[in-house]
C-alpha cells in the first residue's frame, strides 16, 4: 500500500493535497491513502477557544477548502483520505465535508471516529474546567470506518501515527495482535506525520540537499504486509529522503526507546534504516509487544493573561541601561509572576547600529487581565523620556492575551469509548486491547552519569562538525535527539560510539545551562548511531504558557551543535 501526507501541522501548504494527488512515481503510480495531521498539543488550544466563540467550530477550516478543491480528484483516483483534522468537532467537520461535497456534485462515503473527548472525568482528575481534554485513540476505528467503505475519515485525538496504522490495518488485515507489523506502521507513521521534516525540512545538514531551495516534496510510505515500509517522495519533487533525513524526524518529539502508542508499544531501538535507491529508504526490523494499559490525554486549562513588551539597548553600558530599567519599572509591576531575558551582548565596535543592540525582554503572566494590561505597558511607555539613553521599543504596547496551560494525564481505557459513525449514521464501538505491556521508562536509558574520558580527547570543534540534530517539544519537556551524520565517512562506527559517551546528563547541564537544576534522561539508539535527550521542565508549562525565548525548543537542537566540544584527533 502506498500511503502519503500532506499535512504536518494546522497552517502547512494549502497546495499539498493536490501536489500528493497529482504526483506520481518513478513507475507512474499513485497513492491508496492520504493523510492529513493537523493537531497539537497547541492546536488544541486553540481550537479550545474557536469554540469557546463559536461551538459549532473545533475543527481544521483549511482541511475543508482542501477538499473543496481536490475531493473530486481524490475520488477519481480512488484515493482514500484520512485525517486528524475534526479536533474538537469531528462530527461537526464530517458534515462539513458533506455539504462540500453536495455543492461540487459529489458524494463520497464520510465516516468520523469520536470518543476521544473526556472532559468532564473528575473520577480521573479531568474537571469540568478543562477547556480541552483529549483522549489519544489508535488506529483501529479509522480501520474499521475503511473497511466499511468510507472515502473520507476524519477523527478527533487519535495519535498522528495512527493516521498510518489505520489504513495498513484494514489494507492488510492485521489484527489487534500483531504487534510487531503495528510497530513498523507506527515507525512509518511517525516518519509521515510531520510532513517536509521528512524530506529535508528543519534538517541541520540543509546545505546537502540537492534541492533545498525548491519547495519540498511531502513524504509518502510504501507499506508491506509485514510492517517493514519505505519511505519515499514524488518524482521531481524539491528535497531529499536519505537515512539523515529519516532519522531526523525518527527522533523528533519522542522520550525513551519505548514509544508508546494506544495500539502497541513500539520499541525505538530496534529500528533499522538502509537505502534501496535515490530517495528511498527502507525501515525494516521494528519490535513491537502489547499496547500500554492506560490512555494518555492531553489537558488544556486556561491559564490567565500575558504580555510583553521588548526594550532595545544599544551601545555602550548595556547591562547596565538594563539594570537601570529593570529598577524603574519593577515596583510597578503588580503581575503574578514577570520575567525578565536578556539578549546576547553585542559585539564591540559594531559597524551597524543593529549590530551595536540588544534585546531586553519584560513577559508578565496574571490570573486576571489587568496587571497585564495598561498597568503594565502604561508604566513601560512612561518611561520613555526618562530612562536609558536610546530608549525605545520593538513596537507599541499590546493588548493582553490569554495563555492556556498543557499538562498531560491518563485514564483507564474504561472511561473511553472508541467510536466510529460510518457514513451511513450506524454506530459501532471499538474493542480494547485485551493484552498489555508494562511501561519501563528506564529502559534504553544511559546507565551512567559521569562524562566520557578526556585523555585522549585532543580537538576543540562544534559538536554539528560530524552530528545532526532535531529538537522539539514534549509538554514542558524538551526533546534533543542527536545522531551521527552518514556521510560516508569510515569513522561513523567510531564516531557513534564517541557521540554516545559523550552525551551524559552531566554533560546536557554543561551545553545548556539552563537545565543546571533539571532532571536530564540520555537514552541510547545504537541502530541510528543516535541518543535522544529529555530534559524535563526545560519549557514549563508548556509552549503556550512558556515565557522562553524559544517555547517549544525547536532551535535547541541548533544551539547545541553549535556548542564547543573536545573531540578525538582521529574523529575529526
Not at 500528493?20 to 497539537?40: F, H, I, K, N, V
Not at 486528524?84 to 465535508?97: F, H, K, S, T, Y
Request: glycine residues 12%; negative net charge.
Amino acid at each position: 500500500m502506498r500511503i502519503g501526507n500532506c499535512s504536518g501541522f494546522y497552517g502547512d501548504r494549502l497546495s499539498a493535497m493536490r501536489e500528493m494527488l497529482e504526483g506520481r512515481q518513478e513507475d507512474g503510480q499513485g497513492l491508496d491513502y492520504l493523510t492529513g495531521d493537523y493537531l497539537a498539543e497547541l492546536t488544541m488550544l486553540i481550537l479550545g477557544r474557536d469554540t469557546m466563540k463559536d461551538p459549532a467550530l473545533g475543527y481544521a477550516k483549511t482541511f475543508a477548502r482542501q477538499l473543496e478543491d481536490c475531493l473530486g480528484l481524490a475520488l477519481e483516483q480512488g484515493v482514500r483520505i484520512v485525517s486528524n483534522a475534526g479536533g474538537l468537532n469531528p462530527a461537526g467537520l464530517a458534515e462539513r465535508i458533506r455539504e462540500v461535497a453536495r455543492g461540487l456534485g459529489l458524494d463520497p462515503q464520510v465516516a468520523h471516529v469520536e470518543g476521544d473527548d473526556v472532559r468532564g472525568l473528575a473520577e480521573v482528575g479531568i474537571g469540568e474546567g478543562a477547556l480541552t481534554a483529549n483522549a489519544y485513540l489508535g488506529g483501529f476505528g479509522i480501520a474499521a470506518a475503511l473497511s466499511a467503505g468510507a472515502d473520507v475519515v476524519v477523527t478527533g485525538r487519535v495519535t498522528d501515527a495512527s493516521l498510518v496504522v489505520g489504513p495498513a490495518v484494514a489494507h492488510h488485515g492485521w489484527t489487534p495482535k500483531s504487534y510487531d507489523e503495528l510497530a513498523g506502521a507506527v515507525v512509518a507513521g511517525h516518519v509521515l506525520e510531520c510532513g517536509t521534516q521528512a524530506t529535508g525540512g528543519n534538517f541541520s545538514g540543509f546545505r546537502s540537499l540537492p534541492d533545498h531551495t525548491r519547495s519540498l516534496g511531502f513524504p509518502l510510505a510504501e507499506i508491506a504486509a509485514d510492517g517493514s515500509s519505505v519511505i519515499t517522495k514524488h518524482a521531481g519533487t524539491g528535497g531529499a529522503v536519505t537515512i539523515d533525513t529519516v532519522t531526523a524526524q525518527l527522533l523528533y518529539e519522542i522520550q525513551t526507546t519505548r514509544y508508546l502508542n494506544p495500539d502497541v508499544t513500539t520499541h525505538l531501538d530496534s529500528v533499522r534504516l538502509r537505502e534501496v535507491g535515490p530517495d528511498r529508504v527502507e525501515i525494516s526490523g521494528v519490535r513491537g509487544e502489547a499496547p500500554p494499559e492506560r490512555l494518555k490525554v492531553c489537558v488544556n486549562e486556561l491559564g490567565g493573561f500575558r504580555n510583553t513588551v521588548e526594550f532595545v539597548l544599544t551601545g555602550l553600558d548595556i547591562e547596565a541601561k538594563a539594570d537601570w530599567v529593570r529598577e524603574q519599572l519593577s515596583p510597578s509591576l503588580t503581575a503574578a509572576d514577570v520575567t525578565w531575558t536578556l539578549g546576547a551582548l553585542p559585539a564591540p565596535d559594531a559597524d551597524t547600529e543593529e549590530g551595536a543592540s540588544c534585546l531586553l525582554r519584560c513577559t508578565v503572566r496574571d490570573a486576571a487581565p489587568d496587571p497585564v494590561g495598561r498597568a503594565f505597558t502604561g508604566p513601560a511607555v512612561e518611561l520613555a523620556l526618562a530612562s536609558y539613553p536610546g530608549f525605545t521599543m520593538t513596537g507599541p504596547p499590546a493588548q493582553p492575551a490569554p495563555y492556556g496551560v498543557y499538562r498531560p494525564a491518563y485514564v483507564d481505557r474504561s472511561a473511553v469509548t472508541h467510536t466510529v459513525v460510518h457514513a451511513d449514521g450506524r454506530r459501532e464501538v471499538i474493542a480494547d486491547p485485551t493484552e498489555f505491556a508494562a511501561v519501563d521508562d528506564a529502559e534504553g536509558r544511559r546507565p551512567s552519569p559521569y562524562p566520557a574520558p578526556t585523555d585522549s580527547l585532543t580537538r576543540r570543534m562544534p559538536l554539528g562538525t560530524f552530528v545532526h540534530a532535531r529538537s522539539g517539544d514534549k509538554g514542558g519537556d524538551a526533546n534533543l535527539g542527536l545522531w551521527v551524520a552518514h556521510d560516508g565517512s569510515d569513522k561513523y562506527a567510531d564516531r557513534v560510539t564517541w557521540l554516545q559517551k559523550l552525551v551524559t546528563p552531566r554533560k546536557v547541564r554543561e551545553l545548556v545551562p539552563e537545565a543546571a537544576d533539571l532532571d536530564v534522561e540520555v537514552y541510547l539508539l545504537p541502530n541510528l548511531g543516535a541518543v535522544n535527550v529529555l530534559v524535563r521542565g526545560l519549557l514549563g508549562d508548556g509552549v503556550a504558557a512558556s515565557t522562553r525565548f524559544d517555547p517549544q525548543a525547536k532551535g535547541l537542537g541548533e544551539w547545541v551543535r553549535s556548542r564547543m566540544v573536545h573531540v578525538q584527533e582521529d574523529l575529526a
